[in-house]
C-alpha cells in the first residue's frame, strides 16, 4: 500500500509546471582516459542533463521562482568504457537560504565516485519509478534529486523529507540487480554509496540524523539575525545529537555529509562564542568527528 502510495504522488509530482529545482551543471571531459577527450556527445548530454533536472517538476508542492531549491552539480568524466558507456566522479552540493539574511548554507555536500552511465546523442532521458528498467543515468539523476529534496525539506519541518527519501529508497531497490556500481549494500565501498546514504535516514535507531536537522537550521541558523546566542545553543544542542550515532556507527557516511557540508560555518559560528561555550562545543566536536580536530581548534582563533 505504501509503495502505491508513492507511485501516485510521483504521477502527481510529474504533472505540473511549476519546477522546484535550479541546478548548476557542470561537465567536465578534462581528464577523460581510453577514448576522446573531447568527446562531442557531451554537448548533448549537458543539454539534456540540464532539461530532466530543471524542466520537470519533481513534488506537488506550489514552489514559487524564488523558492526553488539551488545545488550545483559536476559530472568529472574520467574514463570511456566503450559502447556509449562513461565511468565518472559526482560533485553536488545544494544549498538553503538562511533565514533573513544574505546567507546561503551548504545542506548536502557530497562525491559519488562510482557514477557511471551510458549515453547517447538519441537517448531521451525520462524517468518513471513505475518501471524498474531505468537508464542508470536517470536512476542516478533522480535518487540524487530527491536527496536534495529530502535534505532540504528536513531542514524547514522535523522529517519533513520522507516522502522523498522513501523514493529515494525504492529507486535503490529497484536497481539492486544493477551492472552499476553504487547501489548495494554488499560491495566493499557500501558503508558510502547510494545504499547506505538513503538507508541511514530511515533506520529508527539513526534517527537523530534527521532531528538534528531540523534543529541546526531551523532552531539554530534561521534564529541566528535575532538571538545569535541562542541560535548557537540550538546549533550545538543538534550537533550533540549526533553522539548516539557516532558510537553505533563510527563510519557513518551521514555524519560525514553533514561536516562536509557544515565545518566551516560551525567553525565561523563559534569563533562569536565565549571561552566557556568554545571548549563545550570543540569536545563535542572532537568526540563526534576527529577528523577535524585540527579544524576545530581553530575556533579559539579570532
Known amino acids: 500500500m505504501k509503495w502505491i502510495l508513492l507511485l501516485t504522488l510521483l504521477t502527481i509530482f510529474q504533472i505540473g509546471v511549476n519546477q522546484e529545482l535550479n541546478c548548476n551543471l557542470t561537465i567536465n571531459t578534462t581528464q577523460v582516459t581510453g577514448g576522446s577527450t573531447q568527446l562531442p556527445v557531451v554537448n548533448y548530454l549537458d543539454e539534456k542533463v540540464r532539461s530532466f533536472i530543471n524542466d520537470r517538476r519533481w513534488t506537488n508542492d506550489n514552489i514559487k521562482p524564488n523558492e526553488r531549491i539551488d545545488f550545483s552539480m559536476l559530472i568529472n568524466i574520467t574514463q570511456s568504457l566503450g559502447g556509449d558507456r562513461y565511468r565518472a566522479e559526482m560533485?553536488?552540493?545544494s544549498v538553503r537560504p538562511v533565514y533573513n539574511s544574505n546567507y546561503n548554507t551548504s545542506v548536502l555536500n557530497f562525491k559519488d565516485n562510482n557514477f557511471e552511465f551510458t549515453f547517447s546523442q538519441m537517448d531521451v532521458l525520462d524517468f518513471s519509478i513505475q518501471s524498474s528498467n531505468q537508464n542508470n543515468l536517470t536512476a542516478l539523476l533522480a535518487y540524487y534529486i530527491y536527496m536534495v529534496l529530502g535534505y532540504d525539506y528536513d531542514t524547514f519541518a522535523p522529517n519533513g523529507g520522507d516522502k522523498f527519501f522513501d523514493i529515494a529508497k525504492l529507486i535503490v531497490e529497484q536497481n539492486q540487480s544493477s551492472s552499476f556500481p553504487g547501489w548495494s549494500a554488499s560491495e566493499s565501498s557500501a558503508n558510502?554509496?547510494?545504499?547506505?546514504?538513503?538507508?541511514?535516514?530511515?533506520?529508527?535507531?539513526?534517527?537523530?540524523l534527521r532531528s538534528m536537522a531540523y534543529m541546526y537550521h531551523r532552531q539554530g541558523l534561521d534564529m541566528m539575525h535575532s538571538n545569535p546566542a541562542e541560535a548557537r545553543k540550538k546549533m550545538a544542542e543538534a550537533i550533540e545529537l549526533l553522539k548516539p550515532v557516532y558510537e553505533d556507527s563510527p563510519n557513518n557516511i551521514n555524519v560525514q555529509i553533514f561536516f562536509n557540508a557544515k565545518s566551516t560555518e560551525i567553525i565561523g559560528a563559534f569563533k562569536e562564542a565565549d571561552a566557556a561555550e568554545k571548549r563545550e562545543i570543540i569536545t563535542v566536536l572532537d568526540r563526534i568527528y576527529p577528523a577535524n580536530t585540527t579544524r576545530w581548534a581553530s575556533i579559539n582563533q579570532r
Open 91 to 93: 560533485q553536488i552540493n
Open 192 to 208: 558510502n554509496n547510494r545504499f547506505w546514504i538513503v538507508e541511514n535516514l530511515r533506520q529508527p535507531r539513526f534517527k537523530n
